[in-house]
């Protein structure tokens, strides 16, 4: 199993990015992803979460009206748009997917993790 992000780089404020996540070796249609970050010097935190038990996506208040999370079943990749960026949206960016089907709509509850990918703007 293994879940690789990219689309990382370095963007000025007000630019948008747009992450992937492509999944190897299980399918995504019916796996609940979150997307998480984590900026220097400080901890992890959920950005959204695509839960397939509620068949919703929530998104974390500062990233609201600006963040949203897709999916492409066919590529099985999942994707985060960012538009409207802000330097402190500076960070390491993770998809993590609920591989064990538990059911989970947060992302603490992921149990598989890609390796990140970092994402800085600039003022």
């Known amino acids: 199993l293994r879940l690789v992000e990219s689309g990382g780089g370095f963007m000025q404020s007000g630019g948008s990015l747009r992450l992937s996540c492509v999944a190897f070796?299980?399918?995504?249609?019916?796996?609940?992803i979150a997307w998480i970050r984590q900026a220097p010097g400080k901890g992890r935190e959920g950005v959204g979460v695509?839960?397939?038990?509620?068949?919703?996506?929530t998104y974390e208040d500062s990233v609201k009206g600006r963040f949203t999370i897709s999916r492409d079943n066919a590529k099985n990749m999942a994707f985060l748009q960012m538009d409207s960026l802000k330097p402190e949206d500076t960070a390491v960016y993770y998809c993590?997917?609920?591989?064990?089907?538990?059911?989970?709509?947060?992302?603490?509850?992921?149990?598989?993790w890609g390796e990140g990918t970092l994402v800085t703007v600039s003022s």
């Open positions: 993590a997917a609920d591989t064990l089907g538990s059911g989970t709509c947060t992302y603490p509850g992921m149990n598989y």
């Open positions: 070796g299980f399918s995504l249609e019916h796996t609940s």
């Open positions: 695509s839960c397939i038990r509620t068949g919703t996506t």
